[in-house]
């Protein structure tokens, strides 16, 4: 008889060690995405068949801990259209808003700095808009780095040290 409450408790441990587990890997799954302040190096080479364009961007995303809705994104580099090199220098506003582990963002703000070259001449995609969407899958790969995806594809990993 005794066997028996014995197995009977140790099964019921199991089980509720068990119970306790899986609701603590759910739990930490489920924990929102937060991204802190991070930088990234973004190279770009286009080429349409009338054009060549290439690039390097120094990229520094700015999460403001105090604003949940807004990010500023400071973009600094180099340029080369049409066989021409053009300096970059800009400051971008956007609004997000985080749902899983996709960050969906629009540009509501450009600030060209007067060092900036490209001006309006670019028509490139990888160069924001004013008011152009983006949606990014984010992977955290740990505390410091986050992968930005675009359609199933790695964008640029961000890096906050």
């Given at each position: 008889?005794?066997?028996k409450?014995?197995?009977k ?11 306790f ?7 930490k799954?489920?924990?929102?995405l ?10 770009i ?16 995303f ?6 949940e ?7 600094n580099g180099?340029?080369?259209?049409h066989?021409k090199?053009?300096?970059i220098?800009?400051k ?7 749902q ?18 490209v ?7 990888k ?24 359609n ?10």
């Amino acid at each position: 008889m005794k066997s028996k409450n014995i197995k009977k408790i140790l099964f019921f441990m199991f089980f509720l060690i068990l119970f306790f587990c899986v609701i603590y890997f759910f739990f930490k799954r489920k924990e929102p995405l937060t991204i802190s302040t991070c930088y990234s190096i973004f190279k770009i080479k286009i080429n349409d068949g009338a054009s060549t364009s290439e690039g390097g961007y120094l990229l520094n995303f700015i999460f403001d801990e105090g604003n949940e809705h807004n990010f500023s994104l400071v973009m600094n580099g180099n340029l080369r259209l049409h066989d021409k090199n053009y300096n970059i220098a800009r400051k971008y506003i956007f609004s997000y808003k985080i749902q899983g582990n996709y960050l969906f963002s629009k540009v509501d703000g450009i600030f060209i700095d007067p060092a900036d070259q490209v001006g309006e001449k670019n028509k490139m995609y990888k160069i924001p808009k004013l008011n152009q969407r983006y949606i990014f899958k984010i992977i955290k790969l740990d505390s410091n780095r986050y992968l930005f995806m675009e359609n199933l594809a790695p964008v640029f990993i961000c890096s906050s040290k």
